[in-house]
């Protein structure tokens, strides 16, 4: 689905990718983990093309994302992206945020939009809440609606970088219970995160970097039992 090939990315002289590789296949729930200034977030920023890379191949779904003559819109509905500020539309209500998109990007129908929306924001428990505006809404149900919009382009893959960092602690759960779902219904997925216990339990396989190079990679036991590289050992040893 997703294939990182010796990827470097340099911002002016400083070099943040020092040659990434990784694999990511349908279905799969994959992890990164590292270091604040690692370069996760430019990682998967390159991945939707968000960020253009200096060197090396990013392929999704067979598609060279660095191809001058990409579509990067049609590229970015196959792979949903969701922030750390959720950035919904303050004068729009939940289910407004949902069905802006379709109806202004993709032009879809819009009584078909709406009954989309519904059923999407009822996927991310949010039922109830459609006519409330974001202001309205705690951090966690505001990160909730912005995965529902997200998902209202239909993606095949979908990127979270540290979706639930800026939330209240007893908000970061509901959050992370939509993403497992999701990941469980089979969406390719992406995260970086700092949440070690979920990706224990719901990554297929966890990418650790540092200083811009992947360190080891690994299934969850196996990276969190018996760590290879003491760059991975110092910074569990710090967070756990
Ligand atoms: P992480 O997500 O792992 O914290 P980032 O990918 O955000 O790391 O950033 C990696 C490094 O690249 C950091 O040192 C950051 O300051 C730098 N960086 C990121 N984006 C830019 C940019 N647009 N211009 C210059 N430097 C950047
Ligand atoms: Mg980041």
């Known amino acids: 689905m997703i294939r990182v090939k010796d990827v470097h990315k340099s911002f002016g002289s400083f070099q943040v990718l020092k040659g990434m590789s990784m694999d990511v296949k349908k279905g799969e729930a994959i992890?990164?983990?590292g270091p604040s200034g690692s370069g996760k977030s430019t990682l998967i920023r390159c991945m939707n093309a968000l960020?253009?890379?200096?060197?090396?191949?990013?392929?999704?779904?067979?598609?060279?994302?660095?191809?001058?003559?990409?579509?990067?819109?049609?590229?970015r509905r196959k792979v949903g992206m969701v922030f750390q500020q959720y950035n919904l539309f303050p004068h729009k209500t939940a289910l407004q945020n949902v069905m802006m998109a379709p109806i202004n990007v993709l032009k879809q129908?819009?009584?078909?939009?709406?009954?989309?929306?519904?059923a999407l924001l009822k996927k991310v428990r949010l039922t109830g809440k459609e006519n409330n505006y974001p202001g309205e809404l705690s951090g966690g149900q505001q990160q909730r609606v912005a995965i529902a919009r997200s998902l209202a382009m239909r993606p095949d893959?979908?990127?979270?970088?540290?979706?639930?960092?800026?939330?209240?602690?007893e908000t970061v759960k509901e959050v992370l219970v939509t993403i497992r779902e999701l990941a469980e219904e089979g969406m390719t997925c992406l995260l970086v995160t700092h949440e070690m216990k979920f990706a224990r339990d719901v990554a297929d396989h966890i990418y650790f970097t540092d200083k811009g190079v992947i360190v080891e990679h690994a299934p969850p036991e196996e990276f969190f039992d018996n760590p290879k590289d003491e760059r991975t050992r110092t910074f569990l040893g710090q967070i756990l």
Do not use: W, Y
Request: proline content about 4%; overall charge negative; hydrophobic content about 40%.
């Open 31 to 33: 992890c990164i983990i």
């Open 51 to 75: 960020v253009d890379i200096t060197e090396g191949s990013i392929t999704v779904e067979n598609q060279e994302v660095n191809d001058p003559n990409l579509d990067k819109l049609k590229l």
């Open 109 to 118: 129908d819009k009584k078909e939009v709406e009954e989309r929306a519904h």
């Open 157 to 169: 893959i979908m990127l979270f970088d540290e979706v639930t960092a800026a939330l209240d602690p």
